[in-house]
T-cell receptor, first 115, second 113 residues
Framework: DTGVSQDPRHKITKRGQNVTFRCDPI?????LYWYRQTLGQGPEFLTY????????KSRLLSDRFSAERPKGSFSTLEIQRTEQGDSAMYLC?????????????FGDGTRLSIL | AQTVTQSQPEMSVQEAETVTLSCTYD???????LFWYKQPPSRQMILVIR??????QNATENRFSVNFQKAAKSFSLKISDSQLGDTAMYFC??????????FGQGTRLTINP
């Protein structure tokens, strides 16, 4: 169990630029989740996948946000035309979809700063 | 809609003391799961303890235990014999099955030497 891996750890970019984050889940986990966490707040759900299927998207996920999990393994989260309000920690989590409802395991997150 | 409320933004206790963090929630589901996650400064979120709503017995993990009151929709976390390494943000969270987690605002816990 190597844990959930996120890349990069930090991203600084200018307003209006596009950014892409990557998440590698724990290998045997078929569910993958993205959350956004602003300073001093709890994480907010963005979207989740079961294998390659995107099963739910939050209304927080505007049309500037897109997430993919093309082969049911790693996932990418892209933000187009970044805005100041996109500055946050983006967390990825994974879990297995068995009958016992295994808990979600989180990565270290990607901290996005918009200049 | 599911909501989770943590009414204590910050708490501080001395090492070795016992501390209780409060959490209330709202859901229309009958089957759901409750969690406490810990997020140390600049480190990843880790699971502390979880409770299945259909189980009446309160969950316990070493020094951590919960008081689950289903009718009152209350889910508090008790940390016994607190240690310096318990200093962290603590988040209460709710989920319906293996789906998204809904988090509270968090409680910043400081353990003082």
């Amino acid at each position: 169990d190597t844990g959930v891996s996120q890349d990069p750890r930090h991203k600084i970019t200018k307003r209006g630029q596009n950014v892409t984050f990557r998440c590698d889940p724990i290998s045997e986990h078929n569910r993958l989740y993205w959350y956004r966490q602003t300073l001093g707040q709890g994480p907010e759900f963005l979207t989740y996948f079961q294998n390659e299927a995107q099963l739910e998207k939050s209304r927080l996920l505007s049309d500037r946000f897109s997430a993919e999990r093309p082969k049911g393994s790693f996932s990418t989260l892209e933000i187009q035309r970044t805005e100041q309000g996109d500055s946050a920690m983006y967390l990825c989590a994974s879990s297995s979809n068995d009958y016992s409802n295994q808990p979600q395991h989180f990565g270290d997150g990607t901290r996005l700063s918009i200049l | 809609a599911q909501t989770v409320t943590q009414s204590q933004p910050e708490m501080s206790v001395q090492e070795a003391e016992t501390v209780t963090l409060s959490c209330t929630y709202d859901t229309s589901e009958n089957n759901y799961y409750l969690f406490w996650y810990k997020q140390p400064p600049s480190r990843q979120m880790i699971l502390v303890i979880r409770q299945e709503a259909y189980k009446q017995q309160n969950a316990t993990e070493n020094r951590f235990s919960v008081n689950f009151q289903k009718a009152a929709k209350s889910f508090s976390l008790k940390i016994s014999d607190s240690q310096l390494g318990d200093t962290a943000m603590y988040f209460c969270a709710l989920s319906k099955g293996a789906q998204k987690l809904v988090f509270g605002q968090g409680t910043r816990l400081t353990i003082n030497p």
